[in-house]
């Protein structure tokens, strides 16, 4: 399974992250040791949302989505 997920910063409440994965728990735990430059500034994480899917190309055009302009505006409508 290929997961998209969202990730809100315990210590920032503005900062939030998307990112794609197929280990969600060891994702979740890279970001909160510090291991990924985006969002070690920001740590402790905590998981918001994810959605689960069968096929990459499916999970990669989602994570571009929710990345983009309308893709936010859904996100802060939907998910967050």
Same mark, same amino acid.
């Given at each position: 399974?290929?997961?998209?997920?969202?990730?809100?910063?315990?210590?920032?409440?503005?900062?939030?992250?998307?990112?794609?994965?197929? %280990?969600?728990?060891?994702?979740?735990?890279?970001?909160?040791?510090? &291991? !990924?430059?985006?969002?070690?500034? =920001?740590?402790?994480? #905590?998981?918001?949302?994810?959605?689960?899917?069968? %096929?990459?190309?499916?999970?990669?055009?989602?994570?571009?989505?929710? &990345? !983009?302009?309308?893709?936010?505006? =859904?996100?802060?409508? #939907?998910?967050?």
């Amino acid at each position: 399974m290929f997961y998209v997920y969202l990730i809100g910063s315990l210590s920032s409440n503005e900062q939030r992250y998307v990112g794609m994965t197929t %280990d969600l728990k060891r994702r979740l735990q890279e970001h909160n040791d510090g &291991k !990924s430059y985006h969002t070690s500034k =920001f740590k402790p994480w #905590r998981l918001v949302t994810y959605v689960a899917f069968s %096929d990459r190309a499916k999970a990669g055009s989602f994570e571009r989505y929710l &990345k !983009s302009g309308s893709g936010h505006a =859904f996100a802060n409508k #939907r998910l967050w």
